[in-house]
């Protein structure tokens, strides 16, 4: 005997799904293995049906050779069945449409398909083989596909669902019935158990999803719920909804959800229920109301990935001591990583936790030689990386723990802080004052609209190299801070997590057909393309400083530690580039908020003392961006001002941003700044800033812009004009002094310090009126590079003189002679010293007008001849 039956408490699709069955299997019998949804239980009543239904009582179980499961595959689902399915010599065959689990019955045919309705699968199957139907029976199947895709509406809803509908139009179903069978209005009883949900509704954030759970009392279970299941999440737009009912002995569960994260079937299925991602329903026995929503909430918990795990907010590598570091070695451990608290291991397992505050009393006492293991606390909560927020929030908080170490592999992985939990109870704050919560930014969409097409390609293929080594790649600092602001900027650096920026580099430039440079002690690298362009990579690393000034002591570290060690806060963006996170802006920090309140803030109070310049920087974003620097950043720069952090520091850095500075076309307000702050005087004592000054280097700057306007292949660097007119007030000696300390290096650029005092001489005698003959003026100022030119016209006083400046490098410099030394041997001119000296006299006279076309030169060249006949002879 074969039996066609599906799941209890059945509705319309499952139904639907038999009669289709039955096409298949025409001498199969109809049977329900339970309970019925009111609604089927109502149409059944008025509804002629095509096949006889036998009610289970009358089905000797012993002679089933056959059952065909429909829309259903889990075992618990199907009644006395369950055990039918089991025995030995039944053939067992299953056409679903929900996911498959291990638990599922196993069949000769499994007929699987993810659509909307189950009725679906099997109508599209009789298309296959051409059955036909009759309106009755189109009709039956038609109102189990509306019912479960609502109309053929629900997310859920697959492109098989409407072409199995049109499917049943030919047959000539008719949609009038389908509708009057699906029509649901709702009885005063039901009316009543809606407000009873309404009232009772409490409302959860678990993993980012809204989530609801009412409850309600009813006598008799009708099993008709679904409908108000669907009233309540459309009257308020809820995104996951679960309703709770006590009935009798037992407590049934309606799902529904909206969001692909709640996959309502899966959760149920913890409970002993299952259905759709988006519909499912369970029903528990012997169990409260208390109890059944303390055990669906932890199956909504365990089933809804969390917003943000335990591996996003910890801090990696860990810093950590082992069981004999001393007390005293541990104080200094924690000093130098500015650290509270840290994991004591062996072979990389937590032993322990030992505190600064339990170190710093036991240093006191006497204790300092004493191995951490004697004072470490050993009762220690831990927590794998993928641990909830939930979870990690009791662990620290309901169990008073300082730092919660992260396990992976028995091994510890990284650490969680009370710190760490802070800023999320400052998130959920704010979310809860209606300011938002944390929200997932991504960027792509403006990378690639201020983007050049090469540049957004190169950082996808980063992002795509990395992940092949199993790395993260960012791109960090201030491309990501200027894409932010829709500045241009395309100095990018990448930092590489999880792996060695270095291998990373080599690979990448090895696969674009670049160089690589590679600074091993710093663990970065710098990669070369053909067409001139660098890409700067780096290792996330921490760092630390022995002293004051000191370059840092790098280690390998995670992007956090590595943003960490910013300047400042609104540099601490970093943008992945992984590809299944391309775009998306990771803040640590608050980095968005300063950028919004235009604000500088330094990350931590000792960071202008571990590096002093820091502080001229703070003062060119202050000005490039117009930003303004916080009083306790303005605070603590000036501190560090009266302690002249600038002595622990090497020349060659304070000249390095210094260059920055003066590269800005705000580097006039910046050095206004600088001096306010007494910042000036600490590079030099002599460099003043006044009215004067100001003045100057303002003519030197438009001085700059007159000359790139020449669009002259001489290239000018703005910075050493503005460096000599910054320091037009020190003298020779002071200058050079300057100049060693800085560590200025170049042969043009010490070239053109060493030769300011002649540079000035020259000015002198222009001033004096000396060089007025156009010769005069070229033979003085042609051995001048063109920044020192372009600082003597901003020192010219007069506007005659300027006029003169601009007549040189507009038309003197340029100038060259008709005749060659070709054209002079020609003119039987023997080849020696001689033709340099007459071509140059050549120049003079052309240079002042004297000598104009060739004929002009070669007369003159004749005359030169004649006036020392004793040096040259024509021929």
């Not at 689990?101 to 398909?113: W, Y």
């Not at 004067?692 to 290239?715: N, P, V």
Request: proline share 4%; with cysteine.
């Amino acid at each position: 005997m074969e039996v066609i039956t599906s799941h209890i408490n059945a509705d319309f699709d499952t139904f639907a799904s038999m009669v289709a069955a039955k096409k298949l299997y025409p001498e199969a019998r109809l049977v329900f293995c339970g309970s019925l949804e009111k609604g089927l239980r109502d149409g059944l009543e008025t509804l002629q049906t095509p096949f006889p239904i036998d009610k289970i009582k009358d089905i000797d179980l012993d002679k089933v050779t056959r059952v065909i499961l429909v829309d259903v595959s889990h075992p618990g689902r199907i009644g006395p069945f369950a055990d039918v399915v089991k025995m030995q010599g039944v053939d067992v065959h299953v056409y679903d449409h929900h996911p498959a689990t291990p638990e599922d019955v196993i069949g000769s045919v499994v007929v699987r398909k993810p659509y909307g309705s189950n009725t679906s699968v099997i109508t599209l199957i009789l298309k296959e083989r051409g059955i036909t139907l009759t309106p009755q029976e189109a009709t039956i199947l038609m109102t189990g596909i509306y019912e479960d895709t609502g109309f053929l509406s629900y997310p859920s809803t697959a492109p098989q669902d409407f072409e199995a509908a049109s499917y049943l139009l030919s047959f000539g179903a008719d949609l009038t019935v389908v509708s009057d069978l699906l029509r649901k209005e709702l009885t005063p009883e039901e009316v009543a158990l809606l407000n009873e949900f309404l009232q009772s509704e409490t409302k959860y954030t678990i993993g980012g999803v809204e989530t609801v759970i009412a409850e309600a009392y009813i006598e008799k279970y009708q099993g008709d719920l679904s409908i108000l299941a669907h009233k309540i999440r459309d009257i308020e737009n809820m995104e996951c909804l679960f309703l709770l009912v006590d009935s009798e002995d037992r407590v049934h569960v309606i799902a529904r959800s909206r969001n692909p994260k709640a996959d309502v079937g899966k959760i149920l299925k913890a409970i002993g229920g299952g259905g759709h991602p988006n519909a499912a329903s369970a029903t528990i026995k012997g169990i409260t109301l208390i109890q059944a929503k303390d055990l669906l909430l932890g199956a909504i918990r365990d089933n809804i990935p969390p917003l943000r795990t335990a591996k996003e907010i910890m801090s990696f590598p860990p810093i950590t001591l082992t069981l004999k570091t001393t007390l005293k070695e541990a104080v200094e451990v924690m000093r130098r990583y500015g650290i509270n608290a840290a994991p004591v291991v062996r072979a990389g397992r937590v032993q322990g936790v030992i505190t600064r505050q339990v170190l710093d009393k036991a240093v006191y006492h006497g204790l300092g030689p004493a191995p951490v293991a004697d004072y470490m606390t050993t009762e220690v909560e831990t927590v794998s990386s993928d641990t909830s927020i939930e979870k990690i929030r009791e662990a620290v908080v309901g169990h008073g723990q300082r730092l919660l170490p992260v396990i992976e592999k028995h091994k510890v992985i990284g650490v969680i802080t009370r710190t760490d939990l802070l800023k999320l109870l400052q998130e959920e704050l704010k979310a809860a004052a209606g300011e938002g919560a944390r929200k997932i930014r991504f960027l792509s969409g403006l990378m690639k609209e201020k983007l050049p097409e090469w540049a957004f390609s190169l950082l996808k293929e980063a992002g795509e190299a990395a992940f092949a080594h199993g790395f993260k790649a960012y791109a960090v600092g201030g491309f990501v801070r200027d894409l932010v602001l829709r500045r241009e900027n395309l100095d990018i650096d990448i930092v590489i997590e999880g792996g060695n920026g270095i291998v990373f580099a080599e690979d990448f430039a090895k696969r674009k057909g670049a160089k690589v440079k590679v600074h091993h002690r710093f663990k970065t690298a710098v990669i070369v393309f053909p067409d001139g362009f660098k890409l700067d990579v780096a290792t996330a690393r921490l760092e630390y400083y022995e002293r004051p000034g000191a370059l840092p002591t790098v280690e390998q570290s995670s992007l956090k530690l590595d943003l960490y060690r910013r300047d400042f806060i609104m540099n601490t963006l970093a943008l992945s580039l992984d590809p299944e996170r391309f775009g998306e802006l990771i803040d640590f920090f608050g980095a968005q908020k300063d950028l919004k309140e235009k604000t500088i803030r330094v990350l931590h109070n000792l960071s202008f003392i571990e590096d002093p310049t820091r502080m001229l920087r703070a003062v060119r974003f202050s000005e490039k961006f117009d930003f303004k620097i916080s009083k306790h950043t303005l605070n603590l720069l000036k501190n560090s001002v009266k302690l002249d952090m600038f002595r622990t520091i090497s020349g060659a850095r304070i000249a390095d941003e210094l260059k920055s500075m003066l590269e800005e076309e705000t580097s006039g307000k910046s050095l206004k700044k600088l001096s306010e702050l007494g910042l000036l005087k600490l590079i030099h004592p002599s460099i003043v800033w006044d009215k004067d000054e100001e003045r100057l280097f303002e003519r030197a700057g438009d001085a700059l812009a007159w000359y790139e306007l020449l669009y002259t292949k001489d290239h000018a660097e703005r910075w050493l004009v503005l460096l000599l007119a910054l320091t037009d007030r020190l003298d020779e000696k002071e200058l050079s002094a300057l100049v060693s300390k800085l560590g200025i290096s170049g042969r043009k650029r010490l070239d053109v310090l060493s030769a300011r005092n002649d540079a000035l001489r020259v000015l002198g005698r222009m001033t004096a009126g000396q060089l007025r003959k156009a010769s005069a003026l070229y033979e003085a100022l042609n051995p001048l590079e063109v920044e020192l030119i372009l600082y003597l016209m901003a020192k010219a006083e007069r506007e005659s003189l300027r006029k003169a400046f601009s007549r040189y490098m507009t038309k003197l410099r340029h100038t060259e002679t008709i005749l060659k030394g070709a054209d002079l041997k020609n003119l039987g001119v023997e080849q020696g010293p001689v033709m340099g000296e007459i071509l140059r006299e050549l120049l003079k006279k052309r240079l002042d007008g004297e000598a104009v076309t060739r004929e002009d030169e070669e007369e003159c060249v004749r005359a030169f001849v004649r006036k020392k006949p004793h040096r040259k002879r024509l021929k």
